[in-house]
């Protein structure tokens, strides 16, 4: 099975700031298949970016993925006030697996 | 719009047998796709439980997959999870979903394990 490890597990930044989450698997992950969701209280989460770096219809700009093979990053450019979340990134190239999700909170 | 709705009893007993259902709507389960289950126990991550595309074809995570089993009812669009022997550490909100990856969720159902 491969195992995401996300980190770090909480980062508190300030509206406008820059947020660099990062996502390391255990194995490569086949075809780059990696996923990023972003969840808020009480809410199913929603998929901001799927195949590393393919960003989804009606997602802002300011979220960007990248990465290959065993590390891949979210980032998001400057904060909003609705991205405080949390957020988890997801392999499907093998099974399926979830990270432990990293907390963006407002400082 | 594609919607996925969760259904069924919010409290199970030890021992005994989760079934949740999850009726689609605004997309046909026979034309294609993924669908799949999804839990999360309160305050922690998100865990894949089973997968199973339009075909029939099932995938079930390898922690579960000694009780777990996922169907689909295309006469009447939905698809569903029966989850045998739960333990207080099934508790969890049970969400539904379409895709790979998944573009769209439930609302999710709490289901709570206890006597």
């Known amino acids: 099975e491969t195992v995401l490890t996300q980190s770090p597990g909480t980062l508190s930044l300030s509206p406008g700031e820059g947020a660099t989450l990062s996502c390391r698997a255990s194995q490569s992950v086949s075809n780059n298949n990696v996923a990023w969701y972003q969840q808020k209280r009480g809410q199913a989460p929603r998929l901001l970016i799927y195949g590393a770096s393919r960003r989804v219809t009606g997602i802002p700009a300011r979220f960007s993925g990248s990465g290959s093979g065993t590390d891949f990053t979210l980032t998001i450019s400057r904060l909003e006030p609705e991205d405080f979340a949390v957020y988890y990134c997801?392999?499907?190239?093998?099974?399926?697996?979830f990270g432990g999700g990293t907390k963006v909170e407002i400082k | 719009q594609v919607q996925l709705q969760e259904s069924g009893p919010g409290l199970v007993k030890p021992s005994e047998t989760l079934s949740l259902t999850c009726n689609v709507s605004g997309s046909s389960i026979s034309s294609g796709y993924y669908w799949g289950w999804i839990r999360q126990p309160p305050g922690k991550a998100l865990e894949w439980i089973a997968n199973i595309y339009h075909t029939g074809r099932t995938s079930y995570s390898p922690s579960l997959k000694s009780r777990v089993t996922i169907s689909v009812e295309t006469s009447t669009n939905r698809f569903s999870l029966r989850l045998s022997s739960v333990t207080a550490t099934d508790t969890a909100v049970y969400y539904c979903?379409?895709?790979?990856?998944?573009?769209?969720w439930g609302h999710g159902i709490l289901v709570t394990v206890s006597s």
């Open positions: 997801q392999q499907y190239g093998t099974s399926l697996t």
């Open positions: 979903a379409r895709g790979h990856p998944w573009a769209y």
